[in-house]
């Protein structure tokens, strides 16, 4: 006998249940229908419990043929692959609607005088919000955002860093139109893509945008500064990449150790997995949703970085398994362009890479709404002031006297200057010493924290001063 987890382990794509055939209330699944039909499929089991528990239907073909009808009446366009097939599970008689996703998305539901397209997020069902619905309909199109025509005139705009990046790259000198064209930058003489004014050196799209912010402590504010430094970028893709990776880099250390013919680095965050994750925002993020942009959150522990749509499937990235998840592209001409720049592989393996640079305990992690992609990396160096693998006693004291002599350096420095000018702040005295501002943030917390100085007056208009 079959039962209905033998069905479920065959099952490759989502499912949901239903008790029985509402017939007077059909929104209640229809929904799920028009949210498969949107995505990528799924099966619909009715005669199951909301526990998936099979308690069967009193008349399995009456309820096939009420589900065929009321899929052919109320969803739009009609959907092409729906197969209803009456099971056996657990001795009761169940039926499967498979559905398969849909190539004139968006699929509607349409009835109480209503007509509204759905999505899956996770395992539910939900009204498609408007970022969701313009992509459904570009789908729908066969389209994507990027190779959409603009307003913009390609006489109007500049490609200096684009055109110089490429033959850096790639040795060859870019043959103006033809490789627009060919680059699908260019409709036509004067049309630009959205992908082509995106890397434009004076790029007109608003919502390019980068935010970077150096926390202070564990979450966003702090006791006494809320953030240590900050900066907003906006610009072409290719500059946006640029300056996000050298605010980290600023608002990063890489602490080393001594070993018998050298020494070992050992920085916050691996570059490659920094390099890998913006990229990923900067060419998978939903440039349809108004005023949005990228943000590159800095915190003592970590580093987020959060860019506008969730996963173009409606998926959560959370509850997939890595080595399963197929790539699908957002905006397929950027990735490509992106490629051709080497500033990315083409195979679509950059969470992997992200994931292959940090070691197993100390893994990145993924998080995905409908509205947001989140990558989380750990910073290595976080609590640490020497490694816990060294068996050398003779490097290990190396390493805490080096740390002992850097606290004191930086020390000296920060303290001088503040005896010259009491007044200057934490990004000044990063500019002024050296340091990176969290090193500055850092030393001045435990300065203060020894009572060796102290802050008198307010953190904008204050001053500091040195008691010992």
Same mark, same amino acid.
Request: hydrophobic residues 40%.
């Given at each position: 006998m079959t039962t209905l987890n033998q069905l479920l382990i065959a099952e490759a794509t989502e499912y949901e249940f239903k008790s029985a055939v509402e017939a007077n209330k059909?929104?209640?699944?229809?929904?799920?229908?028009?949210?498969?039909?949107?995505?990528?499929?799924g099966s619909l089991y009715f005669g199951v419990s909301d526990e998936g528990v099979a308690i069967g239907l009193d008349n399995?073909?009456?309820a096939a043929k009420q589900v065929s009808e009321l899929i052919k009446a109320r969803i739009e366009p009609a959907i092409k692959k729906v197969v209803l097939e009456p099971q056996n599970a657990d001795g009761k008689d169940i039926l499967r609607v498979r559905v398969s996703g849909g190539e004139n998305t968006p699929y509607y539901y349409t009835g109480d005088g209503t007509k509204i397209a759905y999505y899956r997020i996770?395992?539910?069902s939900a009204q498609a919000p408007a970022a969701v619905l313009n992509e459904l309909l570009l789908k729908g199109l066969h389209e994507t955002f990027d190779a959409l025509e603009t307003k913009y005139r390609f006489s109007d705009y500049s490609y200096t860093l684009f055109e110089a990046t490429y033959k850096q790259k790639t040795g060859f000198t870019i043959d103006k139109p033809r490789d627009y064209r060919s680059f699908g930058m260019l409709m036509g003489d004067e049309a630009l893509t959205y992908v082509g004014?995106?890397?434009a050196d004076q790029c007109p799209i608003y919502q390019s945008k980068i935010f970077c912010t150096r926390w202070n402590g564990l979450k966003k504010g702090g006791l006494y500064v809320d953030a240590l430094d900050n900066d907003e970028f906006q610009s072409n893709v290719i500059s946006l990449l640029t300056d996000a990776l050298k605010f980290v880099r600023h608002n990063s250390s890489v602490k080393w150790k001594k070993t018998g013919n050298g020494r070992i680095e050992m920085p916050d965050y691996p570059s490659e997995a920094v390099h890998e994750a913006i990229v990923n925002a900067l060419v998978h993020? =939903?440039?349809?949703?108004k005023g949005s942009e990228i943000h590159v959150d800095m915190y003592d522990d970590?580093?987020?970085i959060v860019s506008p749509g969730g996963m173009p499937d409606g998926k959560r990235i959370q509850d997939l398994n890595f080595d399963d998840i197929s790539s699908i592209r957002r905006n397929p001409m950027i990735c490509d362009l992106f490629s051709r720049l080497k500033l990315m592989e083409r195979r679509g393996s950059g969470l992997r890479k992200i994931i292959d640079q940090y070691p197993k305990d100390a893994a990145p992690s993924f998080r995905s709404t409908e509205q947001s992609f989140v990558v989380t990396l750990k910073n290595l160096n976080y609590g640490k002031t020497s490694t816990s693998d060294d068996t050398d =006693?003779?490097?290990e004291n190396d390493i805490e006297n080096d740390i002992d002599i850097d606290i004191e350096r930086n020390t000296a420095k920060i303290l001088n200057i503040i005896l010259d000018t009491p007044k200057i702040t934490q990004n000044q005295l990063a500019n002024k010493t050296g340091l990176s501002v969290s090193t500055v943030a850092r030393e001045l917390k435990r300065l203060r924290e020894s009572n060796v100085i102290r802050r008198v007056g307010s953190d904008r208009s204050g001053y500091w001063e040195i008691v010992k």
């Open positions: 059909p929104r209640s699944w229809l929904k799920t229908i028009s949210a498969f039909a949107n995505g990528v499929g399995v073909h009456k996770g395992n539910e004014a995106l890397f993020r =939903d440039y349809m949703i970590r580093l987020e =006693d003779d490097i």
